[in-house]
């Protein structure tokens, strides 16, 4: 059985946890709070931390000169500075490579992933039909260019939710394996997440494969840097149908010859059926699992593709919002 490791996220607090935000509410969250057995959070308020208080006036992105400030709404009151520095101050504290992802407020002039609306000024303007990350996130990648940030507005779409949760457990795993220091634990790694980052790129698969090949004994940190950071740019996608169909394929080729001639017509209409959005990813998925369970091919009973985060976190609902 599986052991998954616990990815370290940051989270916006005001999800779940604390009433911090500008009026004194928090947001309740079911995926942040069925989360917390799995992952450990750092919670934080990136505007609390600068000195704000609870209750405030809420704070506005606005645009001047071609540069981005935060500033108070109503008095317009600068910010800017401040956050700076508690970004400054909080990735110093952070060991990049030790933090895998970011669960941020949507529609937050800090905190939001893509859609904080952005002003010309304080006071009662129209907003400039702008939208962008929030002051706070889009700053932070600079800092720990790694991390993976989505919204609580976007993780309610599937494929979204899916694709975070399949990256923070990775890197998860990933971490735990560089703290080893053992080529060998790295070799593991990567042929265990063949088929599941071949999902994502063949072409970032075969750069890693590289990587890994290129090994000199004694040069342990910097391989499993390199790798990293190629792991990262791999997984800076959404798997699409035909990558799926791909891996599918090549997993279907050790059992192809096993199985009855029904058997290979039905797994073949259903991959039909997948790229037509007939079925789930997961219809063929398991079908392709019962058999190498059932015929004992022990290189494919590993592969993360099978199951890439815990169970528990599995939930098919779908808001059907979310840019993908």
């Known amino acids: 059985m599986r052991e998954f490791k616990q990815p ?22 079911k995926f942040v709070r069925s989360l917390e057995e799995h992952v450990n959070y750092i919670k934080i308020c990136p505007e609390v931390e600068i000195g704000l208080g609870v209750t405030r006036n809420s704070i506005r992105l606005i645009k001047r000169d071609g540069e981005y400030h935060l500033v108070d709404s109503m008095t317009g009151e600068d910010h800017t500075a401040e956050m700076d520095e508690y970004i400054e101050e909080l990735s110093s504290k952070l060991n990049g490579e030790e933090v895998e992802g970011f669960i941020a407020k949507n529609r937050s002039p800090s905190c939001a992933s893509h859609d904080s609306k952005v002003y010309a000024k304080a006071g009662k303007v129209p907003a400039l ?11 932070l990648p600079e800092k720990l260019p790694s991390l993976v940030i989505e919204n609580e507005g976007r993780l309610k779409n599937f494929k979204l939710r899916e694709n975070f949760l399949i990256k923070i457990f990775m890197l998860a795993d990933l971490r735990n394996v560089i703290e080893s220091g053992k080529i060998k634990e790295l070799i593991d790694f990567h042929s265990n997440n063949k088929y599941l980052i071949m999902s ?44 799926r169909v791909n891996m599918l394929q090549h997993i279907f080729g050790y059992v192809s010859s ?12 259903t991959i039909t059926d997948f790229r037509n959005d007939k ?8 079908l392709l699992r019962s058999w190498v369970i059932r015929f004992k091919v022990d290189y494919l009973i590993p592969q993360t593709i099978f199951k890439p985060y815990p169970e528990g976190l599995i939930d098919l609902s779908d808001s059907g919002n979310g840019r993908l």
Do not use: H
């Open 279 to 286: 079925v789930p990813f997961s219809l063929p998925l398991a």
């Open 258 to 269: 096993e199985i009855s001639k029904e058997e290979r017509e039905y797994f073949l209409e």
């Open 200 to 243: 994502y790129n063949q072409d970032g698969l075969n750069k890693l494969g590289r990587i890994i090949a290129s090994y000199k004994k004694g040069k342990f940190e910097e391989t499993a840097a390199s790798y990293r950071e190629q792991l990262v740019k791999t997984l800076n996608v959404i798997p699409d149908t035909g990558k």
């Open 8 to 29: 370290n996220l940051i989270l916006s607090k005001c999800l779940e946890y604390c009433k911090c935000r500008y009026n004194g509410d928090k947001i309740p969250d």
């Open 129 to 139: 039909g702008e939208k962008r990350a929030g002051y706070f996130t889009k700053n």
